[in-house]
């Protein structure tokens, strides 16, 4: 422990992980919002007069659901390729280090 170095985070690190957070919060609210506020541009402003309204926001529930679940999809692929990469590089790093330790 005495030749630890405290961690700290860079600004333009901290500043990234804020904007990637700032985006995946706001995609998240706006794919569940977001139907139902398109939906409003497709219903007239009389009751009397055809509306396509419920269609549109059934259409983008489903857009909106199948975004979600892909990009859940995503998330785990993407981690589980990190993990396997990162696992073989430090495999191939230790087997680096014991060649050239002998």
Not at 15 to 44: D, H, I, R
Not at 68 to 73: G, K, R, S
Request: proline share 3%; hydrophobic share 55%.
């Amino acid at each position: 422990m005495a030749d630890e170095k405290p961690t700290t985070v860079s600004g333009a690190r901290r500043v990234a992980l804020q904007a990637a957070v700032g985006a995946v919060l706001g995609f998240v609210g706006w794919s569940l919002g977001g139907p139902g506020m398109v939906s409003l541009y497709y219903e007239p402003i009389s009751r009397d007069a055809l509306s396509c309204g419920n269609d549109v926001k059934q259409a983008l529930s489903k857009f909106v659901m199948m975004q979600l679940v892909f990009a859940l999809i995503g998330a785990v692929v993407v981690a589980l390729a990190m993990f396997f990469i990162r696992r073989s590089l430090a495999k191939r790093r230790a087997a680096r280090g014991a060649t050239a330790a002998s």
